[in-house]
């Protein structure tokens, strides 16, 4: 082979390579769902709740770059695990003013096929479920309404209280809803879960003598990330949050769900997830904490 030659035939192997990374970029990554599997160590936690499951979905952004059909065998998925508790972190929709009355048609489709825990399903709002600017809290309302038909509570700066176990639902930091104290105050258990869309709220948001897990989402995980690389993209002020567990300080711990669904149809090296938790006794941080 003269220099020519390879010259050529390298040429058209890197376009060759760059097309099919496209191509499994954009048809293959974004609907390949991963069911992460693992523990979920809880302080406090009652004993009737060690060994339930916990499903926490995010993300789906039901709306016209989401596939319906990949959305239902998602949410199909999720409920073949037949989890005890389900959590949803946000973004339910991803609004458009100009789609009217079909993209709640769209939303009750959908949201037809979500799981519902045996023991409860709850959720917190995400920025997108406030239409246009976060701004539109009718849209907001209209989305809780959506949720509410198909038996998920929509937590507003409010706690649920499921066996035992505190949920905190705080509401959405971009659309100036979020109200950490007022949610907290509502804690009747050491046993707690807290839920927050934006894990931006973990460090704008007061959190007074909260202990234990938050759950987030919003990220998407970057979407697309290098390998051995942080991804470049990231909707956070703090770039360590970007998905799965992450030590916050010595009280507070998140995880971060790389979603379900997407914004741009791209996905690379950031498979979309839902997580099923096995919810566990936690006597390291009862040390901790006292």
Not at 46 to 58: D, E
Request: charged share 25%; aromatic share 8%.
């Amino acid at each position: 082979m003269n220099r020519r030659d390879f010259v050529r035939r390298g040429a058209i192997g890197a376009v060759a390579a760059g097309v099919g990374v496209v191509g499994y970029t954009i048809g293959i990554e974004p609907h390949w769902l991963e069911i992460v599997r693992r523990d979920l160590p809880i302080m406090d936690l009652p004993a009737a709740l060690v060994g339930k499951t916990v499903a926490q979905i995010s993300d789906i952004h039901i709306g016209p770059r989401v596939s319906d059909n990949y959305l239902v065998e998602s949410l199909e998925r999720a409920r073949a695990l037949k989890p005890d508790i389900v959590l949803f972190t946000g973004d339910f929709i991803s609004y458009r003013a100009d789609r009217g009355e079909a993209q709640f048609d769209q939303i009750k489709a959908v949201l037809a096929h979500f799981p519902i825990g045996q023991l409860a399903t709850l959720a917190v709002l995400g920025n997108h479920d406030y239409g246009r600017n976060w701004s539109e809290p009718a849209v907001a309302r209209r989305v809780e309404h959506e949720a509410a038909r198909v038996g998920i509570h929509v937590l507003r700066n409010e706690v649920a209280s499921v066996q035992g176990l505190d949920v905190i639902g705080i509401d959405e930091l971009w659309a100036h809803q979020a109200d950490s104290r007022r949610a907290l105050a509502g804690r009747t258990s050491r046993a707690a879960l807290a839920l927050c869309h934006n894990p931006d709220g973990l460090d704008e948001l007061p959190w007074d003598d909260y202990h234990g897990w938050v759950f987030s989402g919003h990220t998407h995980g970057g979407q697309c990330k290098p390998p051995f690389l942080p991804p470049p993209v990231l909707p956070v002020r703090n770039r360590r949050y970007t998905a799965g567990e992450i030590r916050v300080d010595a009280r507070r711990t998140v995880y971060i769900s790389r979603g379900v669904g997407h914004l741009i149809r791209a996905r690379f090296n950031v498979r979309p997830e839902i997580t099923l938790f096995t919810l566990r006794q936690s006597s390291l941080i009862q040390a901790q904490a006292g």
